[in-house]
C-alpha cells in the first residue's frame, strides 16, 4: 500500500471515531437517532443544529470505516484464513467482550447511588429499552446486556465487522463473480436497514466496495479528474439541511414519512463520503505530518470503546445541573464531547505506560 492511501486511512480513521462524540452526544428528547426519525419537539437553534450535525452531517464516518476495514481485510487476504480469524478474534472480539463488560460495570456501580442512579434512568440509552437497575433486570438481563445489547452501543460496529470477516470468503467470491448483482443486493440491504438477530446489514455494503476497490485495484489516492467534489460538498448540506427541515415538519410514524427520511439519509451519505474523501486532500496531507496528530491518532481505539456510555451520562449530568442557563444544551453539546474525547485519550496514554499489557488486550493490540 502506498504512502498516500495509507495516511488517508489512519486520518479517516482517526476523524471519523472522534466525530462519533458528536453524533453520540446530541441531548434531543429522542434518545436514539434513526434515518427516519422525526423529532418531536420545537424546531430552534439548539435542536435544528444538533440534528443537522448528529444525524445528518456526520454520518459518512461508520460507512467509510467499513469500507476502509473490507479495503484492509482483502489486502492482506494472502493470510490463510484461520490465521486471519483467530487474530481477527483477539483484535475485536476480546476487546468487545471486555469493554462491555466494563460499561456494565461503570453503569451498574452508578446505579447504586440514588442520584447518579436516576441519571442513568434518565439517559435512557438500554438497547433493551429497560432501564431498571440490573439487580431488577438479573444475572439472565445483565448477559443479554453483555453479549448482544452492549450499555456501550457503539460496539455494534465491532460485531458487526467480526462476522464480515468471518464471512469474508463468502464476500470476497460474490464481489469477484457477479458485482454488479451483489453489490446491487448490499446496497438495497443498506437502503432498508436489515438487521437480523446479531447480524447488522448496516455496513456490507461498503465493506463490499471496500473489496473490490482493492481487488480491482482501484485509485483512491487522488480524485478523479471527472468528479467536482464542489457539486458533492453541495448536494451534501443541501440535502441534509433539507431532510433537516423535514424531520421537523413531516408526520411521524408513517410510510411516507420513513422512505423520504431514508432515501434523503442516504443520499446525505454517499454524497458526504464522496465529498470528504476527495475534497480536504490539503489538509489530510498537513495534519497527518503534525506530531499532534501522530501521537493522539494512537488512541483511536480507546477513544471509539470509552467514550459511551460516559458521554451520554455526562451530558445528562451537565444538562440537569445548568437547566435554567441560556443556550445550556447547545453548549453541552459543543463541549461536553470535547472533554470526553480528552478524557479518553489522556486515560488511554495512562494506561498505556502504567499498564502496557492490559492497553493491548483492551485494544487489541493497536496503538503501539
Not at 463541549?335 to 488486550?361: D, E, Q, R
Request: hydrophobic share 50%; proline share 4%; charged share 10%.
Amino acid at each position: 500500500m502506498n504512502r498516500i492511501l495509507s495516511q488517508k486511512f489512519r486520518f479517516f480513521t482517526f476523524i471519523s471515531i472522534c466525530l462519533l462524540g458528536y453524533v453520540h452526544g446530541y441531548n434531543l428528547n429522542i434518545t436514539y437517532l434513526a434515518p427516519y426519525s422525526t423529532i418531536e419537539e420545537p424546531l430552534s437553534l439548539t435542536t435544528f443544529l444538533e440534528f443537522l450535525i448528529a444525524n445528518g452531517l456526520l454520518r459518512f464516518r461508520i460507512p467509510l470505516l467499513f469500507l476502509i476495514s473490507g479495503y484492509l481485510f482483502a489486502y492482506y487476504d494472502n493470510r490463510s484464513y484461520a490465521d486471519s480469524i483467530k487474530k481477527r478474534f483477539k483484535t475485536l472480539i476480546i476487546p468487545y467482550l471486555l469493554w462491555s463488560a466494563i460499561a456494565l460495570l461503570f453503569t451498574f456501580l452508578l446505579q447504586q447511588n440514588s442520584y447518579t442512579a436516576n441519571i442513568v434512568k434518565e439517559t435512557g440509552i438500554d438497547q433493551f429499552g429497560d432501564n431498571r437497575p440490573y439487580l431488577e433486570i438479573g444475572w439472565g438481563g445483565m448477559l443479554d446486556r453483555l453479549l448482544f445489547a452492549p450499555i456501550a452501543y457503539q460496539l455494534w460496529f465491532i460485531l458487526a465487522l467480526f462476522l464480515y470477516n468471518l464471512f469474508y470468503p463468502v464476500i470476497k467470491y460474490c464481489v469477484q463473480k457477479a458485482p454488479i448483482i451483489w453489490l446491487a443486493f448490499t446496497l438495497l440491504i443498506w437502503m432498508v436497514s436489515v438487521q437480523i438477530f446479531i447480524f447488522d446489514g448496516q455496513g456490507l455494503f461498503f465493506f463490499s466496495i471496500g473489496i473490490w476497490a482493492q481487488k480491482k485495484g482501484v485509485f483512491l489516492e487522488k480524485r478523479p479528474e471527472w468528479l467536482s467534489t464542489g457539486i458533492f460538498f453541495i448536494l451534501f448540506l443541501g440535502l441534509c439541511i433539507i431532510k433537516t427541515f423535514m424531520a421537523f415538519e413531516l408526520e411521524p410514524n408513517t410510510g411516507t414519512t420513513f422512505f423520504t427520511l431514508m432515501i434523503l439519509h442516504r443520499a446525505c451519505i454517499i454524497c458526504g463520503m464522496i465529498a470528504i474523501w476527495y475534497g480536504i486532500d490539503p489538509v489530510i496531507k498537513n495534519t497527518v505530518q503534525q506530531k499532534w496528530f501522530l501521537q493522539i491518532s494512537n488512541y483511536s481505539f480507546f477513544i471509539f470503546a470509552l467514550h459511551v456510555p460516559l458521554l451520554p451520562y455526562l451530558m445528562k449530568f451537565v444538562i440537569m445541573s445548568t437547566e435554567g442557563i441560556w443556550l445550556n444544551r447547545l453548549l453541552s453539546y459543543l463541549l461536553v464531547p470535547l472533554v470526553v474525547m480528552i478524557f479518553c485519550i489522556l486515560t488511554g496514554s495512562i494506561v498505556k505506560k502504567y499498564l502496557p499489557k492490559t492497553y493491548l488486550i483492551l485494544t487489541g493490540g493497536r496503538g503501539f
